[in-house]
């Protein structure tokens, strides 16, 4: 997640083109000023957000789980994407990150039952959530605060279901075969677990700060 080029630049790339396609909403893009100003959250860019919402559309989604909360632009994006009944359970562990997405999600009018907001690492919640029960499982931070609970979290995806996983393109370190830094060594191992995962086909999406994506099989 790059925090330093603002959505919507007046660049000619493919990339800036892409974000700026991507249309947000005020309280989107008020949700993105406010996390900009909170340490260690940079938001997912528009272009990145419009794909979580035509990810989670895809699948039909009813019950999406957001690992990293962070101030909620990702979760009002996946909620556009979601089908209207379908509740969004999203948690993170710290209570700064926590406010600021209930903030966006009451200014952005979201009903109090479509979104579930939990205070906790993936360590501590993850165990409370039923396994199979999620048509997407969106992972952001670093890879290193959830790759312990891989299995689990691949584990509440349902079979048609989508995992995915931000981030893993920053800096460009993973294409790079000389960088060994513990960051971009567990994006390796979040990666190749994904994707030597039989039951899941995968792909990475060079927008943003990368997607990992996997879509679940029988
Ligand atoms: C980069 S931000 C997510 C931003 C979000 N994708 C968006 O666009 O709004 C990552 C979030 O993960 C949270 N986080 C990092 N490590 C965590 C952990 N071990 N347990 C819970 N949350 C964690 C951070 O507090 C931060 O809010």
């Not at 000619?12 to 260690?40: I, V």
């Not at 979201?110 to 579930?116: L, N």
Request: charged letters at 20%; a neutral charge.
């Amino acid at each position: 997640m790059s925090a330093d080029r603002p959505p919507s630049s007046g660049g000619t790339d493919g990339a800036a083109y892409a974000d700026r396609f991507a249309t947000e909403s005020p309280e989107m893009t008020a949700a993105r000023n406010r996390a900009f100003h909170l340490p260690g959250s940079p938001p997912v860019e528009p272009a990145v957000g419009a794909t979580l919402a035509v990810l989670a559309a895809g699948v039909g989604a009813r019950s999406v789980v957001s690992i990293g909360s962070g101030g909620g632009l990702a979760g009002l994006w996946l909620l556009r994407g979601m089908r209207a009944d379908g509740v969004l359970t999203a948690l993170d562990g710290d209570p700064e990150q926590l406010r600021a997405a209930r903030k966006a999600f009451a200014d952005a009018g979201v009903a109090s039952g479509r979104a579930r907001l939990i205070f906790g690492t993936p360590a501590e919640v993850l165990p409370r959530l039923s396994s199979g029960a999620y048509d997407m499982v969106v992972c952001a931070g670093q890879p290193r605060e959830y790759s312990e609970q891989l299995a689990q979290v691949l584990g509440l995806v349902r079979v048609g279901g989508t995992l995915v996983c931000h981030g893993l393109l920053q800096d460009g370190r993973v294409a790079d075969r000389t960088a060994r830094d513990p960051q971009t060594v567990a994006w390796r191992e979040v990666a190749r677990a994904v994707r030597e995962e039989e039951t899941l086909l995968s792909a990475v999406l060079p927008i943003g700060a990368g997607l990992l994506v996997a879509s679940k099989r029988a």
